[in-house]
């Protein structure tokens, strides 16, 4: 039996599409994060936290590029409708990684006292980015149609995810760094958490009202059962975290790790959750991922290409976190 099937590749596509939007949103969502909650307090902090996220942040940033080149080859039609609603919000979020590198860069080349504007520029360009996500992930959710209702909350789903990218951007810090720049993002993780939980309620209450498929899929038994394990497992990792966040800094540094890894849990349950409520749909109640996609004999090709160039990329990206594994020390630019 021949498991290169149309339906088969639309179906492989899809679920590399989403592990790699996944990915980008968990790995340059911490670095996107640290951007956000730049402690411009203190010019030691700045540095370390930049140190914290220097070996990585391009690499990061693969998953985007990797997601958005899959859905253009794999889905070209979802492409053109999503990007084509999309188009405002897309031009800013690239704007703000523009001017995250520019700023990551020339915050090394200036003099001494101008470094604090290419850190402000840093953090405005996370902030940016960041919205332009968040802004970006509503609009999806209220089916890619732009009215008063879904600018407003598209706006507050820019704010939550923007949240969200703070809560992992600080738990990776509390694992990376110690002292009082770790209790800083103990402080800040509590804060942010609070706003992630109000998103994720927000979008939970939103979508299944504005989306008819996404009421059936989470309310029809037996599947209902099974998907409720989804949203029941991302609020005790809320629990736990808060918990977590209150013990920590431990003696030893012992548990520094936990509250990433339970962001981690968080982002993933979330992640799965919207996509269970829109499959197949690949453009919301317009266009089912079989519809969007390309041929049998471009996808059997592209297939082949994925087998090599994914495996290379999960690779080098596990090298640098093994080979810059430890606590961030001082900032060094040679």
Not at 277 to 283: C, D, Q
Not at 290 to 317: C, H, M, R, W
């Amino acid at each position: 039996m021949n498991f290169l099937t149309a339906e088969n590749l639309a179906l492989v596509f899809a679920g590399l599409t989403a592990l790699a939007v996944l990915l980008y949103a968990i790995l340059d969502g911490y670095d996107l994060g640290v951007g956000i909650t730049l402690p411009m307090q203190q010019e030691a902090w700045r540095d370390t936290a930049i140190a914290s996220i220097g070996p990585f942040w391009d690499a990061n940033e693969t998953w985007l590029v990797l997601a958005v080149g899959l859905l253009l080859v794999a889905f070209p039609a979802a492409h053109s409708a999503i990007l084509h609603a999309l188009y405002l919000p897309a031009a800013l979020l690239l704007i703000g990684l523009i001017l995250r590198g520019v700023a990551f860069d020339f915050r090394a080349k200036v003099k001494p006292e101008r470094k604090i504007r290419w850190d402000w520029t840093f953090k405005f360009g996370s902030l940016l980015a960041t919205f332009s996500q968040g802004f970006m992930l509503g609009i999806y959710v209220m089916g890619l149609e732009y009215s008063v209702g879904s600018v407003v909350f598209a706006s507050f789903s820019g704010l939550c995810v923007t949240a969200a990218y703070a809560m992992i951007g600080n738990a990776w810090l509390i694992g990376k760094t110690s002292g009082d720049l770790q209790r800083h993002a103990i402080r800040q993780c509590k804060l942010a958490g609070v706003w992630t939980l109000a998103g994720i309620l927000a979008v939970s209450a939103i979508n299944p009202l504005v989306n008819a498929n996404v009421y059936q899929v989470w309310t029809e038994p037996p599947l209902a059962y099974l998907f409720a394990a989804i949203p029941l497992l991302c609020f005790a990792m809320f629990a736990l975290g808060y918990l977590a966040l209150k013990r920590l800094p431990l003696p030893d540094d012992r548990g520094a790790w936990l509250p990433f890894f339970i962001c981690k849990v968080i982002f993933v349950c979330s992640f799965v959750g919207l996509a269970l409520s829109f499959y197949p749909f690949v453009v919301p109640n317009q266009m089912t991922l079989y519809e969007a996609a390309s041929s049998k004999e471009s996808l059997t090709i592209i297939f082949f290409g994925a087998v090599v160039v994914i495996p290379i990329i999960a690779a080098y990206t596990a090298v640098a976190y093994y080979a810059f594994r430890g606590k961030a020390d001082g900032l060094k630019y040679y």
